[in-house]
Structures are given as structure tokens and as C-alpha cells.
């Protein structure tokens, strides 16, 4: 949870504490965000914390494209396997014909 007293500070701020604000970014595994003319345009983030936001997105991206395939198969609009394969095979054969 981002406390405003202390996560929040300007640029300004930052530059002149440059060393407090990172060593507190990384004790309290907090964001700090940075603000540019009084509105919000950065956040520091531990490096451990950035990874696991990153990959915890792309699980969230997975899962989506997960839900939309089973949403597709409930509405009968999925392709069975078998037609799958057998349009690879015809593209590798035709790519083989092609080369040779």
C-alpha cells in the first residue's frame, strides 16, 4: 500500500534523497511514486517487485487467452485438433514441394 506521506514526493524530492528513498523502496517493498508539476509521472520499484508484477501480467494475459479458447469450444466455435494437424501436414508438404 502506497503511504502518501512518504511514497509520494516530487522529482525534486527524489534527486535530493536519492539514497533514503531507494533504501526505503527496497526495506518496505513500496513503490515510490514521483511526481512531475504536481502530477503523478514516475514510480521506482524494486527490481523483485517489478518481475513479479511483469510476470504475474503475463499470467493474467495466458489466462485470458485461456478463458476466451473454452468460452469459444462452450460456443462450438473451436476447431477440432485432428483438421489442425492435417492443415499443418498440407503446409509442410507444400512448403516441401515448394523448396525442392
Known amino acids: 500500500?502506497?503511504?502518501?506521506?512518504?511514497?509520494?514526493?516530487?522529482?525534486?524530492?527524489?534527486?535530493?534523497?536519492?539514497?533514503?528513498v531507494l533504501k526505503r523502496v527496497k526495506e518496505r517493498k513500496t513503490p515510490a511514486v514521483l511526481t512531475v508539476n504536481g502530477a503523478a509521472s514516475v514510480v521506482v520499484l524494486d527490481a523483485g517487485q517489478y518481475q513479479e508484477m511483469s510476470e504475474n501480467a503475463q499470467r493474467g494475459v495466458m489466462m485470458r487467452g485461456i478463458e476466451a479458447g473454452l468460452k469459444s469450444m462452450r460456443h462450438n466455435k473451436g476447431i477440432p485438433a485432428q483438421k489442425v494437424f492435417d492443415a499443418l501436414r498440407q503446409n509442410i508438404q507444400n512448403s516441401v514441394k515448394q523448396q525442392g
Do not use: A, E
Not at 502506497?2 to 535530493?16: E, G, H, M
Open 1 to 20: 500500500m502506497i503511504d502518501v506521506k512518504n511514497d509520494i514526493l516530487s522529482l525534486t524530492d527524489f534527486k535530493r534523497k536519492t539514497s533514503d
